[in-house]
Nanobody
């Protein structure tokens, strides 16, 4: 089992920034990919950004390219999402997700609200 603890969500004005963190614990050996998804009310859960072990492959949703940056600290088993130039349409619950072997694990989610 892998446990994920997310932090960093909150309320921010349009154009502002937030940094999300997700710390993994438990059976963390051989974690392959770590990433972030988001889900707005009434919408499906969509990939925001994903990074593989060692940072060899990074993927972003088109809607966040150039504004969001994903990074990973393997020593701390933590993945970060730096979100800049936030827009109201970025409002959602953000979920951390990791892949280990054939399994995927989800965090509990953290609310990000972009509003003036």
């Amino acid at each position: 089992q892998v446990q994920l603890v997310e932090s960093g969500g909150g309320l921010v004005q349009p154009g502002g920034s937030l940094r999300l963190s997700c710390a993994a614990s438990g059976s963390i050996s051989s974690i392959y990919a770590m990433g972030w998804y988001r889900q707005a009310p009434g919408q499906q859960r969509d990939l925001v950004a994903r990074i593989t072990s060692g940072g060899g492959t990074i993927n972003y949703a088109d809607s966040v390219k150039g504004r969001f940056t994903i990074s990973r600290d393997n020593a701390k088993n933590t993945v970060y999402l730096q979100m800049n130039s936030l827009k109201p349409e970025d409002t959602a619950v953000y979920y951390c997700h990791v892949v280990r072997g054939n399994y995927g694990y989800w965090g509990q989610g953290t609310q990000v609200t972009v509003s003036s």
